[in-house]
């Protein structure tokens, strides 16, 4: 099994996949759009691999992180989760984000990833609760449609953010730094604050 490779980027195909040469050997790595802008042709990379062995094929999966690796690991053991999508996940949302996501039931989150409606993504946070290493949180989402509070207020936060021009990614950051409870004006005002920060 290859767990890792270092060597050099030859070329990339696509948006999906990358040829890394080591000793001589040129592998085909399948990895994210996110990790694929940042591997230019010709420079060094060291990459964690997942060896994906099916009957009639073997595919290399590449991340620059280990917690990525261990992340899609997950995923692909979660019932209904296969590499592609898996992929599609950890392309749209880091690690420490699909957590948060899972955490206070983002449903709508979910959706942003290619491919996930609003059915699937709710079978995707119930399946993936008891996977991943969540942290404690107060339960806002008491929650998927249940009227958890606190699960409302941070949806409509991050739909004003969206609303306002910034990324899911820069989103979710932001909400990470910003207490569980609150009302949606006070956690919006924070959360701008936070956000204009970062972009000065």
């Known amino acids: ?9 030859l070329e990339r ?9 080591v000793g001589g050997v040129g592998y085909v790595v399948t990895v994210t759009p996110r990790t694929l802008a940042e591997l230019e042709p010709s420079s060094p990379v060291f990459l964690y691999i997942h060896h994906h062995i099916r009957e009639d094929a073997q595919t290399l999966f590449g ?5 990525e690796r261990s992340t899609f690991e997950i995923l692909v053991a979660t019932h209904g989760i296969g590499p592609a999508l898996a992929m599609a996940i950890l392309g749209t949302h880091a690690p420490s984000a699909l957590v948060d996501i899972v955490a206070t039931n983002d449903q709508g989150a979910l959706t942003l990833v290619p491919g996930v409606g609003k059915k699937t993504a709710e079978r995707l946070l119930v399946e993936l609760r008891n996977r991943l290493n969540l942290p404690m949180l107060d339960p806002v989402g008491a929650g998927v449609g249940g009227g958890g509070g606190g699960n409302t ?3 409509d ?35 701008l604050k936070l956000l204009g920060a970062k972009r000065a």
């Open 1 to 9: 099994m290859i767990g890792s490779l270092r060597g050099t980027v």
């Open 13 to 21: 195909s696509g948006d999906t996949s990358v040829l890394v040469e």
């Open 63 to 67: 991340f620059r992180q280990r917690d």
């Open 153 to 155: 207020v941070v949806s």
């Open 157 to 191: 936060v991050r739909e004003a953010l969206a609303g306002l021009g910034y990324g899911p990614e820069e989103v979710r950051d932001a909400l990470r730094e910003l207490p569980s409870t609150g009302d949606a004006s006070t956690l919006l005002r924070d959360a």
